[in-house]
């Protein structure tokens, strides 16, 4: 984080001692950066001028990315739909934070009072990245798309990754491709995270639609029509998807703010960033400390209450207040095999499972209702979310409802 970028320009113009404007730019329009946008608007405090930057003017649901892959419809909204119209958009990518600006890839900059940093995730390419395909991003999606629409009946394809993604494509992709082989493999058990109910309620449905799971050996590589596996069996693939680990974008490492090994911007509880209490950190891309977001894993579900969580400090910074920690706990696991099944697992507080998880087409209802909430959450909504809490409630704070 340098002090100052020469020659810049500003869509706000220069900030001066008669303006009493205050300028909050939110960096990424996902789930975070927008309810986080949105929610600071909502408080209508004077003078204070809310900016999303992203680089398109669709919101991506990402959470829909593995059906956006087979059917092509669905994942995107136009974000002036979904911003609160009192809410700037400006597209572009930030290149570089500096203390007081952010710079963007069209050669333009931004002054900031408060920053909110919101980049999200994206999925990091494993082993043989040049043969595989992600779900991670919408121009992945939308490759994989293509590919699956060229394969012809009797093709092959093969999901790396038994976590709760590689789960979902594979269903998808065989519910919708009945004349494809899948093959999901997974270098440890498939949807590990899940009761033993869960996990049964998985693998029948996998089965049922024909996946062949191939549990407890890792992918050593992925090459033109195979996939080695590390015990030695070799798979045919004319489409390999690598469902893996998420990462992070190197922003905040490049703009020399502090990240965890990951490369996620290291907050303290508030969610304000170590080091620099105008940038407050929402979303995928943040490590806040453990004792509040240990058993935060990435996800929409964290995502929601994180940028709420972040809009209120910024609104207890611009009002020069003190802000409150984060306290935010899970309900529960909700996973879609396919548009006709499902499963929901009911978990504690930190994420872990319940030995309560609903199966078949009532959890694939309930499922898209979730996704279609979160939509609706995020938008002009967002002002009313609540959520679950985690541990002790801190003094003052109302337990929340699912978000
Ligand atoms: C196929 C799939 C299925 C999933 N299913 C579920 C599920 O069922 N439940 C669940 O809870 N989670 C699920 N997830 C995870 C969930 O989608 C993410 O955890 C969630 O999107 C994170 O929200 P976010 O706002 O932090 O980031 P994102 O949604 O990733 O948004 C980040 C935004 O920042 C923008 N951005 C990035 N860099 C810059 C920059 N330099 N300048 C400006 N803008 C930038 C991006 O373009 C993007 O618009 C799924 C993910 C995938 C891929």
């Known amino acids: 984080m340098t002090a100052s970028h020469g020659n810049r320009s500003s869509s706000h113009g220069t ?3 008669e303006v009493s404007s205050r300028q909050v730019v939110v960096v990424g329009a996902g789930y975070a950066g927008v309810i986080a946008a949105n929610r600071i608007q909502a408080a209508r405090r004077p003078g204070v001028t809310v900016t999303v930057v992203n680089p398109r003017s669709e919101f991506v649901e990402r959470v829909r990315l593995h059906q956006h892959a087979t059917d092509g419809t669905g994942a995107t909204h136009a974000l002036s739909g979904i911003l609160d119209p009192a809410v700037r958009l400006r597209i572009a990518s930030v290149e570089e934070i500096t203390d007081a600006a952010v710079v963007l890839d069209d050669g333009g900059s931004l002054d900031f009072d408060v920053l909110v940093y919101a980049v999200g995730s994206r999925s990091v390419r494993g082993v043989g990245a040049e043969h595989t395909h992600t779900v991670g991003d919408l121009e992945d999606a939308n490759r994989l798309r293509s590919r699956l629409r060229e394969l012809t009946a009797g093709s092959s394809v093969v999901v790396v990754g038994g976590g709760l993604t590689g789960v979902e494509t594979s269903a998808e992709i065989a519910e919708r491709f009945p004349g494809l ?3 999901l493999v997974s270098s440890g058990p498939v949807a ?4 033993d109910r869960g996990r049964r309620g998985v693998t029948r449905t996998l089965a049922r639609l024909g996946v062949e799971v191939h549990a407890g050996s890792r992918m050593l590589r992925a090459e033109p029509g195979r996939v080695v596996l590390a015990d030695g069996t070799d798979l045919a693939s004319d489409c390999t998807i690598w469902a893996g680990a998420f990462g992070v974008p190197d922003l905040a490492r490049r703009s020399s703010l502090p990240v965890d090994d990951a490369g996620r911007l290291r907050t303290d509880e ?4 170590l080091g620099h209490p105008n940038v407050i950190g929402v979303g995928d ?3 806040p400390p453990a004792r509040v977001a240990g058993h935060i894993r990435m996800s929409c579900q964290a995502a ?3 940028g709420a969580h972040g809009a209120d400090t910024a609104l207890a910074l611009l009002g020069g207040q003190a802000p409150r920690p984060l306290s935010m706990g899970f309900a529960s696991q909700c996973i879609s095999l396919g548009r006709r ?3 929901v697992q009911l978990v504690h507080a930190d994420d872990s499972p319940r030995s309560v998880a609903l199966g078949g087409r009532t959890a694939a209802v309930v499922k898209e209702l979730i996704c279609r909430s979160a939509r609706w959450g995020v938008g002009t909504r967002g002002s009313a979310v609540r959520w679950p809490v985690s541990g002790p409630t801190p003094a003052g704070q109302p337990q929340g409802t699912s978000a």
């Open 15 to 17: 900030r001066s001692s």
């Open 181 to 183: 082989t899948v093959r």
């Open 192 to 195: 590990e995270g899940l009761s």
């Open 304 to 306: 929601i209450p994180l």
């Open 341 to 343: 099944a499902g499963v």
């Open 285 to 287: 891309a943040v490590a």
């Open 270 to 273: 508030n969610l304000v960033c």
